[in-house]
């Protein structure tokens, strides 16, 4: 999901925003509508479906709202699916792109980073028709008045691991991802509460983080999603939903969260995972966010504790145990992971580039030290949101890799294939395929 603001009007409503940036993307007449038959958010995991979710209310209130606006659903929606095998939609008040199903981490970062010029060039023909720059986009987490959206990473996950096993193998790890996967953030908020300018801290997700496990997504917010969609065969996988993470600049960053959390699940597949259970681990996702220090420790269900580094450093080495030498891509992120650990702890500067938290550190401190001012600054706050401005001439990150400062998985090419077309060894690559030949005879795809 992408953050949304438009400058010239004074009460922007982000639904019609949000549905007139989708629009703006279409060449042709709008009719690749997403098939949801297969889709219930009611599904729980553990076993049961729930009767309503704590968000149905606010759905309900959505659709009164809806109910006085001269659209459709369906244009509202702005539902379509990309030549790519990308989905690109209106998710009510943001703009959210989801990438084609993927298979390696390269294509995984191509498309992602697809997904961030596609978005731009719609925002790009907005303006054109608006007659000034006046839609931003922002790849980030958080609007700084207490409201959160998504970047949801997903994995396919056999269902004959027990979901017990699942968790317990898992959470701790997700509660520790942050140190390498972590967007940063100035300052403290939480759900439908003021922002609090403040010390940095080292995920935007965090201060949104409510319980271990649940079937919500947009309140009472879980570690761990139990939503049971698999989007396959039902006997066979289940979908891991992870709505935990930051949104990425660094495609570095991107590149080590999914690969790693797929290290881990592989690990736990092969029972191997280590035994590393939290005590509290909502309590920890926030403790370890407001440290960027990583000096602080978390306490285990066993009693000890431990930094979470260090529970970085176990599932990595278990998984070097497990893993290592299984093929080429595996072994590049045990190589990265352990060189990531080691620089966080000994030389962080050397992570400028390719971590967000850190590289975003980095320019604020830059910042502070040139302007003589403190964290609680408001400006620092705009900054802050800067950085993940996706329109290259404007965002601090963009402006970092124009002078070659950011680390690459990608080149502007490969970048450029993946909004042609979607990864040719999954089936996102042949949902693009059918849309690309049979655009015009599609009623429904999924």
Same mark, same amino acid.
């Given at each position: 999901?992408?953050?949304?603001?438009?400058?010239?009007?004074?009460?922007?409503?982000?639904?019609?925003?949000?549905?007139?940036?989708?629009?703006?993307?279409?060449?042709?007449?709008?009719?690749?509508?997403? =098939?949801? !038959?297969? &889709?219930?958010?009611?599904?729980? $995991?553990?076993?049961? +479906?729930?009767? %309503? @979710?704590?968000?149905?209310?606010?759905?309900?209130?959505?659709?009164?709202?809806?109910?006085?606006?001269?659209?459709?659903?369906?244009?509202?929606?702005?539902?379509?699916?990309?030549?790519?095998?990308?989905?690109?939609?209106?998710?009510?008040?943001?703009?959210?792109?989801?990438?084609?199903?993927?298979?390696?981490?390269?294509?995984?970062?191509?498309? =992602?980073? !697809?997904? &961030?010029?596609?978005?731009?060039? $719609?925002?790009?023909? +907005?303006?054109? %028709? @608006?007659?000034?720059?006046?839609?931003?986009?922002?790849?980030?987490?958080?609007?700084?008045?207490?409201?959160?959206?998504?970047?949801?990473?997903?994995?396919?996950?056999?269902?004959?691991?027990?979901?017990?096993?699942?968790?317990?193998?898992?959470?701790?790890?997700?509660?520790?991802?942050?140190?390498?996967?972590?967007?940063?953030?100035?300052?403290?908020?939480?759900?439908?509460?003021?922002?609090?300018?403040?010390?940095?801290?080292?995920?935007?997700?965090?201060?949104?983080?409510?319980?271990?496990?649940?079937?919500?997504?947009?309140?009472?917010?879980?570690?761990?999603?139990?939503?049971?969609?698999?989007?396959?065969?039902?006997?066979?996988?289940?979908?891991?939903?992870?709505?935990?993470?930051?949104?990425?600049?660094?495609?570095?960053?991107?590149?080590?969260?999914?690969?790693?959390?797929?290290?881990?699940?592989?690990?736990?597949?092969?029972?191997?995972?280590?035994?590393?259970?939290?005590?509290?681990?909502?309590?920890?996702?926030?403790?370890?966010?407001?440290?960027?220090?990583?000096?602080?420790?978390?306490?285990?269900?066993?009693?000890?504790?431990?930094?979470?580094?260090?529970?970085?450093?176990?599932?990595?080495?278990?998984?070097?145990?497990?893993?290592?030498?299984?093929?080429?891509?595996?072994?590049?992120?045990?190589?990265?992971?352990?060189?990531?650990?080691?620089?966080?702890?000994?030389?962080?500067?050397?992570?400028?580039?390719?971590?967000?938290?850190?590289?975003?550190?980095?320019?604020?401190?830059?910042?502070?030290?040139?302007?003589?001012?403190?964290?609680?600054?408001?400006?620092?706050?705009?900054?802050?949101?800067?950085?993940?401005?996706?329109?290259?001439?404007?965002?601090?990150?963009?402006?970092?890799?124009?002078?070659?400062?950011?680390?690459?998985?990608?080149?502007?090419?490969?970048?450029?294939?993946?909004?042609?077309?979607?990864?040719?060894?999954?089936?996102?690559?042949?949902?693009?395929?059918?849309?690309?030949?049979?655009?015009?005879?599609?009623?429904?795809?999924?």
């Amino acid at each position: 999901e992408y953050g949304i603001t438009r400058d010239d009007v004074p009460d922007m409503d982000p639904v019609v925003e949000s549905m007139e940036l989708v629009r703006a993307h279409l060449a042709a007449s709008f009719k690749r509508r997403w =098939d949801y !038959a297969a &889709e219930d958010p009611h599904e729980d $995991a553990r076993g049961f +479906r729930v009767s %309503g @979710l704590q968000q149905d209310k606010e759905e309900d209130e959505f659709a009164r709202r809806d109910a006085h606006r001269p659209f459709s659903f369906h244009d509202m929606k702005s539902d379509l699916v990309l030549p790519n095998g990308a989905r690109f939609y209106n998710d009510h008040t943001h703009p959210e792109y989801s990438t084609s199903e993927c298979r390696t981490l390269r294509d995984l970062v191509a498309q =992602d980073r !697809a997904g &961030e010029r596609i978005v731009h060039r $719609a925002a790009q023909r +907005r303006n054109e %028709g @608006l007659g000034g720059a006046h839609v931003r986009l922002y790849k980030n987490n958080t609007d700084f008045h207490g409201h959160s959206y998504g970047c949801h990473d997903n994995y396919l996950v056999p269902r004959a691991i027990p979901f017990p096993a699942l968790v317990a193998g898992i959470v701790p790890f997700l509660v520790s991802r942050q140190v390498v996967a972590g967007a940063g953030k100035v300052g403290t908020e939480a759900q439908e509460s003021p922002y609090v300018p403040g010390p940095y801290q080292i995920s935007q997700r965090a201060d949104f983080m409510e319980a271990e496990l649940g079937v919500d997504t947009m309140h009472n917010r879980p570690i761990l999603n139990t939503r049971d969609e698999p989007h396959a065969d039902r006997q066979r996988y289940r979908r891991l939903h992870l709505i935990i993470g930051d949104a990425n600049m660094c495609e570095y960053a991107t590149a080590l969260k999914v690969g790693t959390t797929q290290l881990v699940l592989d690990m736990i597949a092969q029972e191997a995972v280590p035994d590393l259970e939290l005590e509290q681990p909502v309590a920890a996702v926030k403790q370890i966010s407001r440290d960027p220090d990583l000096k602080m420790v978390v306490r285990r269900k066993n009693g000890r504790t431990i930094a979470p580094v260090d529970i970085q450093v176990q599932y990595y080495e278990a998984a070097k145990r497990t893993l290592s030498g299984r093929d080429a891509e595996s072994d590049w992120i045990l190589q990265e992971w352990g060189e990531t650990l080691q620089l966080l702890v000994q030389n962080r500067q050397q992570l400028v580039g390719k971590l967000d938290w850190v590289t975003k550190q980095w320019l604020l401190e830059t910042f502070m030290r040139e302007e003589r001012i403190d964290w609680d600054d408001p400006w620092l706050a705009s900054l802050d949101l800067e950085y993940h401005n996706i329109d290259p001439q404007m965002g601090l990150y963009m402006g970092l890799e124009a002078e070659g400062k950011a680390w690459r998985l990608t080149t502007d090419d490969v970048i450029e294939a993946a909004i042609r077309n979607g990864p040719v060894d999954t089936r996102g690559g042949l949902r693009g395929l059918c849309v690309q030949k049979f655009s015009d005879q599609i009623e429904s795809i999924q």
